[in-house]
């Protein structure tokens, strides 16, 4: 499974951005997907995760209420909206796949595929 994560830059506080993650490699609907974000010196954190069919989602307290996460079945895609953007948001960001038959988990350590990562910079 592959995963190519984009759609980072750099925004001002209180801006929205939107990234994307394209997947390949089969069976994308049947996968638990998720969004970390890591910081050089840090752990790389969990922000959020979606079941396969879209309808269950998770997000971290730090993010929750202003980041969405969303997925595209027909084509492959899952979404990260973040609005309201803080400095503290500030990171790259990875898109990371399950194995096929395990269910949603915050747990960095279960996730099995990742992509390559995204900066996503806030600041004014």
């Known amino acids: 499974v592959q995963l190519q994560a984009s759609g980072g830059g750099l925004v001002q506080p209180g801006c929205s951005l939107r990234l994307s993650c394209v997947t390949s490699g089969g069976a994308f609907s049947m996968r638990v997907l998720g969004w970390f974000r890591q910081n050089p010196g840090k752990e790389r954190e969990f922000v959020g995760c979606?079941?396969?069919?879209?309808?269950?989602?998770y997000y971290a307290d730090s993010v929750q209420g202003r980041f969405t996460i969303s997925r595209d079945n027909f084509k492959n895609t899952l979404y990260l909206q973040m609005n309201t953007l803080k400095p503290e948001d500030t990171a790259v960001y990875y898109c990371?796949?399950?194995?096929?038959?395990?269910?949603?988990?915050?747990?960095?350590?279960?996730?099995?595929?990742w992509g390559q990562g995204t900066q996503v910079t806030v600041s004014s």
């Open positions: 990371a796949a399950r194995r096929l038959g395990k269910g949603t988990t915050l747990s960095r350590e279960e996730y099995d595929y």
């Open positions: 979606i079941s396969e069919d879209g309808t269950r989602t």
